[in-house]
């Protein structure tokens, strides 16, 4: 049978290179965005967030990008450090019913 | 930021048995949200807890099988009812405050398997 864990995108990138996550989103009139790390064994870890009216969001070593034409999001990672290993996570909301969705994940391995 | 406690952290549990999971907001909220998340996979609503009123649940998800409750603007607890095999999963707590941006936090969750 299929095994649980094979189905994330991964991503490896060597230590001190920059990261770059992208993730596709599905509702247009999504307004808020959400970007996490999950590391192993824990709970969700808010990293950046931007609104729809926005299209860049710069935070330390962070930055998000939002493309609302073609629904995409990304997050940028600068001069990456092995504590950056982990899943990261998309998350769009609608502030109609402030109902946060997720993508599926991204891993992010990174090389000593 | 809000900080989420969960408890249990992890468990064993049973099947046919139920379990209640607590969580507490440091802070009062105006959302809570619970969540699952099967092992390497990624996280889906089970319902919006409702500040003394019933649950909001999502497609797929009934208040008999995950029965949740929330007293105050700080505390909620979800029940795992008659635990199957498949209900071994992550279970997430989270919040957030619309007063102070939609910004929604997560606790550590429940790590539950079910024998």
């Known amino acids: 049978g299929e095994s649980v864990g094979l189905h994330l995108p991964t991503l490896s990138v060597q230590e001190g290179d920059n990261s770059i996550i992208n993730c596709a989103y599905s509702?247009?009139?999504?307004?808020?965005f959400i970007w996490y790390k999950q590391e192993s064994g824990k709970g969700p870890q808010f990293i950046i967030d931007?609104?729809?009216?926005?299209d860049k969001r710069q935070g330390q070593r962070v930055t998000v990008l939002l493309n609302k034409t073609v629904k995409h999001l990304s997050l940028q990672i600068a001069a990456t450090q092995p504590g950056d290993s982990a899943v990261y996570f998309c998350?769009?909301?609608?502030?109609?019913?402030?109902?946060?969705?997720f993508g599926t994940g991204t891993r992010l391995t990174i090389i000593p | 930021s809000a900080v989420i406690s969960q408890k249990p952290s992890r468990d064993i549990c049973q099947r046919g048995t139920s379990l209640t999971i607590q969580c507490q907001v440091d802070s009062q909220v105006t959302m809570m949200f619970w969540y699952r998340q099967q092992p390497g996979q990624s996280l889906t609503l089970i319902a919006t807890?409702?500040?003394?009123?019933?649950?909001?649940?999502e497609s797929g998800f009934v208040i008999d099988k995950f029965p949740i409750s929330r007293p105050n603007l700080t505390f909620s607890t979800l029940t795992v009812s008659n635990m199957s095999p498949e209900d071994s999963s992550i279970y997430l707590c989270?919040?957030?405050?619309?007063?102070?941006?939609?910004?929604?936090?997560f606790g550590e969750g429940s790590w539950l398997t079910v024998v």
């Open positions: 998350a769009e909301m609608n502030f109609g019913n402030e109902k946060l969705t």
């Open positions: 807890a409702n500040q003394g009123s019933e649950a909001t649940y």
């Open positions: 931007i609104r729809s009216n926005m």
């Open positions: 509702n247009s009139a999504s307004d808020y």
């Open positions: 989270s919040a957030g405050d619309r007063r102070s941006g939609n910004t929604i936090y």
